[in-house]
């Protein structure tokens, strides 16, 4: 069983940057890749941002292109999402999900999500 839970999340003004985390557990860990989903009130959820297992593979929404980084420390027990000149539109519940292949993530079926973690963004 993987598990994975959220951290960082908070409320900031436009412009300014966040960085959220996710702990991971496991031992099928290391045999996935994970990345991050976000789904905002009324709006579909959508894929943030990927992370191949080898890191040899990452994928970000266009609409978070030069402005997010998806990266993970030596151990791979931890995933960073850090968020900067943040918009009001990037205020969403953000998610940790973890699949087999960065396939199952960038076609919307990670095998694995964390509760969520709220990130709010003023104008």
């Known amino acids: 069983q993987v598990q994975l839970v959220e951290s960082g999340g908070g409320s900031v003004r436009a412009g300014d940057s966040l960085r959220i985390s996710c702990a991971v557990s496991?031992?099928?860990?290391?045999?996935?890749?994970v990345g991050w989903f976000r789904q905002a009130p009324g709006k579909e959820r959508e894929l943030v941002a990927a992370?191949?297992?080898?890191?040899?593979?990452?994928k970000y929404a266009d609409s978070v292109k030069d402005r997010f980084i998806i990266s993970r420390e030596n151990a791979k027990t931890t995933v960073d999402l850090q968020m900067k000149r943040l918009k009001p539109g990037d205020t969403a519940t953000y998610y940790c999900?973890?699949?087999?292949?960065?396939?199952?993530?960038?076609?919307?079926?990670?095998?694995?999500w964390g509760q969520g973690t709220q990130g709010t963004v003023s104008s």
């Open positions: 496991g031992r099928t860990f290391l045999t996935l890749a």
């Open positions: 999900v973890a699949g087999r292949g960065i396939f199952a993530i960038t076609r919307n079926v990670p095998e694995y």
């Open positions: 992370i191949s297992y080898t890191d040899d593979i990452i």
